[in-house]
């Protein structure tokens, strides 16, 4: 047992999900990213004295819709407070939040482990808040710029229970909460653009000890892996410190992911150092119960949901149903696929999804959004290998062709005649020919070298450019070799 196996980490999350509406939270300023900077402000956004914010109520239905995916209790009364600190990007001097009465309470997400069952991790609560600006560093000395686009933007801040052992499961808990909230359309998930961001607090503690350690919040964490590496690096941080005889400090620290170290930001604060008292400026919010259940109808099918269907309805196996259902635009790309390509089976459509199509995609960069192959396309060129019209080599071939200039398979087949020859009886002269030239293979073969059949089936192929029925050919060739 190593130093490390004699500790347990404990990890909780605070994850920010800005909320896609078409206007901020508290003001009609636009809600988009990349658009130059200070262009997207208002005197209420921008904290003019004597402006009041007035509710988004778009933000409302969107928190209540991630509240009921995640199992959580919807408070029918809410109130938001002033978060009373100072940045240079937050103009007001205080943020905008719940504190008391958050929107959402008790929920929890199931993840999927590896060689080991199904773990709920707790959702303590998710709050509505008001994000700020953003602070710029790079190119000037001596001074930062400030953008004020993001203040205002809407957030949900979900918060979990410090359920999470290790990296590895936050990795799964992100990836999936991620995909919960793309699934719903509440955020787009880009973490690099800073819509879903996330501050992982960790501690250590001795294994069998019911005491929690010291935590050190970890923020600047804008990838999956960035969490996981920054997680690793922590533990590690904090189980020398203590096996050293020193103490583990109560901080924030930020993760530096060129020197794939933490280092001290400032003093970890706690509730009262924000001095929270409710916000004047904005009445409390009922919420019916009419609301909840107007919400509730016009939610999708959630992931979880999907990936059970995909495997009743389909036939999937667990790998496939997962990653089809990890992206709600790639379920509905293999769904679109699927309708065009029957009476195909299932599976050899997921498999064009998730190997060529997908395999295609991360080699490239690019998202199921961005693929220049249709799904009408794919599911066209996969109706017509099961038809017999064509067989899976000619169909990658036709496939690079659809990446490259996309257009209609069937029309790709005929113009540059790849319309597979199923003839029994101009395949069987095709065979004759190639074991006429090949009489000692044919030797070999009969005296027990049976993988020599490859070699036959590629002659006949090649004799044929490729068009013959390989189901064909195999059957001619193993009859007339016996």
Same mark, same amino acid.
């Given at each position: 047992?190593?130093?490390? #196996?004699? /500790?347990?980490?404990?990890?909780?999350?605070?994850?920010?999900? +800005?909320?896609?509406?078409?206007?901020?939270?508290?003001? *009609?300023?636009?809600?988009?990213?990349?658009?130059?900077?200070?262009?997207?402000?208002?005197?209420?956004?921008?904290?003019?004295?004597?402006? &009041?914010?007035?509710?988004?109520?778009?933000?409302?239905?969107?928190?209540?819709?991630?509240?009921?995916?995640?199992?959580?209790?919807?408070?029918?009364?809410?109130e938001f407070a002033r978060k009373n600190y100072f940045y240079p990007d937050l103009p007001a001097g205080y943020q905008i939040s719940q504190f008391e009465l958050p929107i959402v309470e008790h929920g929890a997400l199931?993840?999927?482990?590896?060689?080991?069952?199904?773990?709920?991790?707790?959702?303590? @609560?998710?709050?509505?808040?008001?994000? %700020?600006?953003k602070s710029l560093h790079e190119g000037i000395v001596g001074a930062s710029w400030v953008d004020l686009n993001r203040t205002g933007t809407p957030l949900l801040e979900i918060v979990t229970e410090p359920d999470l052992?290790?990296?590895?499961?936050?990795?799964?808990? &992100?990836?999936?909460?991620?995909?919960?909230? @793309?699934?719903?359309?509440?955020?787009?998930?880009?973490?690099?653009?800073?819509?879903?961001?996330? #501050?992982?607090?960790?501690?250590? @503690?001795?294994?069998?000890?019911?005491?929690?350690?010291?935590?050190?919040?970890?923020?600047?964490?804008?990838?999956?892996?960035?969490?996981?590496?920054?997680?690793? /690096?922590?533990?590690?941080?904090?189980?020398?410190?203590?096996?050293? *005889?020193?103490?583990?400090? +109560?901080?924030?620290?930020?993760?530096?992911?060129?020197?794939?170290?933490?280092?001290?930001?400032?003093?970890?604060?706690?509730?009262?150092?924000?001095?929270?008292?409710?916000?004047?400026?904005?009445?409390?919010?009922?919420?019916?119960?009419?609301?909840?259940?107007?919400?509730?109808?016009?939610?999708?099918?959630?992931?979880?949901?999907?990936?059970? @269907?995909? +495997?009743?309805?389909?036939?999937?196996?667990? /790998?496939?149903?997962?990653? !089809?259902?990890?992206?709600?635009?790639?379920?509905?790309?293999?769904?679109?696929? &699927?309708?065009?390509?029957?009476?195909?089976?299932?599976?050899?459509?997921?498999?064009?999804?998730?190997?060529? !199509?997908?395999?295609? !995609?991360?080699?490239?960069?690019?998202?199921?959004?961005?693929?220049?192959? &249709?799904?009408? %396309?794919?599911?066209? !060129?996969?109706?017509?290998?099961?038809?017999?019209?064509?067989?899976?080599?000619?169909?990658?071939?036709?496939?690079?062709?659809?990446?490259?200039?996309?257009?209609?398979?069937?029309?790709?087949?005929?113009?540059?005649?790849?319309? +597979?020859?199923?003839?029994?009886?101009?395949?069987?002269?095709?065979?004759?020919?190639?074991?006429?030239?090949?009489?000692?293979?044919?030797?070999?073969?009969r005296a027990g070298k049976t993988q020599l059949l490859g070699f036959f089936v590629g002659e006949v192929m090649k004799a044929t450019r490729g068009k013959a029925n390989p189901g064909v050919v195999n059957g001619l060739?193993?009859?007339?070799?016996?």
């Open positions: 047992m190593t130093i490390q #196996d004699r /500790y347990e980490t404990v990890i909780g999350l605070e994850i920010h999900t +800005q909320l896609a509406t078409r206007s901020k939270i508290f003001c *009609g300023c636009p809600n988009r990213f990349g658009a130059p900077p200070n262009t997207q402000i208002c005197p209420v956004c921008a904290a003019f004295p004597g402006v &009041l914010p007035v509710l988004n109520t778009a933000v409302l239905d969107l928190a209540i819709m991630t509240g009921l995916a995640l199992n959580g209790t919807i408070r029918t009364r809410n199931m993840i999927e482990l590896e060689d080991a069952p199904r773990k709920r991790i707790g959702i303590t @609560r998710a709050h509505m808040e008001v994000d %700020a600006g052992r290790s990296a590895a499961e936050t990795g799964m808990f &992100l990836k999936k909460l991620r995909a919960l909230v @793309r699934h719903l359309g509440v955020c787009d998930g880009n973490m690099e653009e800073g819509s879903f961001r996330c #501050d992982a607090n960790v501690s250590v @503690r001795r294994f069998g000890d019911p005491k929690l350690g010291t935590r050190a919040e970890i923020k600047n964490l804008n990838s999956i892996r960035n969490v996981m590496r920054a997680i690793d /690096y922590e533990v590690e941080r904090q189980i020398d410190l203590i096996e050293a *005889g020193e103490k583990v400090v +109560q901080e924030t620290r930020l993760w530096d992911a060129n020197q794939n170290h933490t280092r001290t930001m400032r003093g970890k604060e706690e509730a009262h150092d924000y001095r929270y008292f409710p916000e004047p400026d904005l009445p409390v919010v009922v919420i019916t119960p009419e609301r909840i259940a107007a919400v509730r109808a016009t939610m999708p099918e959630l992931p979880d949901e999907k990936f059970a @269907r995909f +495997q009743a309805e389909f036939g999937l196996n667990d /790998y496939d149903a997962g990653v !089809l259902t990890a992206d709600r635009e790639m379920a509905d790309y293999f769904e679109a696929a &699927l309708a065009v390509a029957r009476p195909a089976d299932p599976k050899t459509v997921a498999n064009w999804v998730t190997v060529e !199509l997908l395999g295609r !995609l991360n080699r490239e960069g690019m998202e199921i959004g961005q693929s220049p192959v &249709l799904a009408e %396309a794919l599911g066209k !060129l996969v109706h017509m290998i099961h038809a017999g019209v064509i067989h899976g080599k000619i169909a990658k071939t036709v496939f690079a062709h659809l990446w490259e200039q996309g257009g209609d398979p069937q029309k790709i087949v005929e113009e540059r005649g790849l319309v +597979q020859v199923s003839d029994q009886g101009a395949i069987e002269a095709e065979v004759d020919r190639v074991l006429a030239a090949h009489g000692e293979k044919i030797a070999q073969y060739l193993k009859d007339k070799l016996a």
